[in-house]
């Protein structure tokens, strides 16, 4: 397996229906920032949720973890991170990190793990052939 790290970034400004009563991004709203940088990393490295449903093999989230590190804020600017955490098994898994444009400071970290399903939704003990061949048009082999 070759250490080939794929990364993306997506910026944001939090907005007002992103925050609870407190002017604190709610905790859901975490899961959108990771879904708008796993929608990124597939713009730029060809790995969207269309091409696992074109190929038949849909990808449903089995895990989804953060870990809060310091609140944001309503108005401020961020930027995710998104890193393709390379395995064997038959998973796409992803690491995140939050920071604030304004200082660089870490705001939240965590990860996502999604697994492949065929048409009927049972579970796959191997990668789909399309995965393979994007594996190797990106030196993940």
Do not use: C
Not at 77 to 87: C, H, L, S
């Amino acid at each position: 397996m070759e250490n080939n790290i794929l990364k993306a970034s997506k910026e944001f400004e939090v907005r007002f229906s992103e925050v609870d009563s407190m002017n604190i991004v709610w905790h859901g709203s975490y899961a959108l920032y990771f879904e708008d940088a796993r929608e990124e990393f597939g713009r730029r490295y060809g790995l969207s949720y269309r091409l696992y449903l074109e190929n038949g093999y849909p990808a449903p989230l089995v895990e989804l973890n953060f870990k809060y590190i310091k609140p944001l804020l309503h108005g401020q600017r961020a930027r995710v991170d998104i890193t393709f955490r390379n395995t064997r098994a038959a998973k796409v898994i992803f690491d995140y990190e939050i920071y604030l444009t304004e200082d660089g400071s870490l705001v939240t970290t965590g990860a996502s793990t999604q697994v492949f399903v065929d048409r009927n939704y049972s579970l796959m003990l191997t990668n789909p052939p399309f995965y393979e061949e994007w594996k190797k048009k990106h030196d993940l082999l």
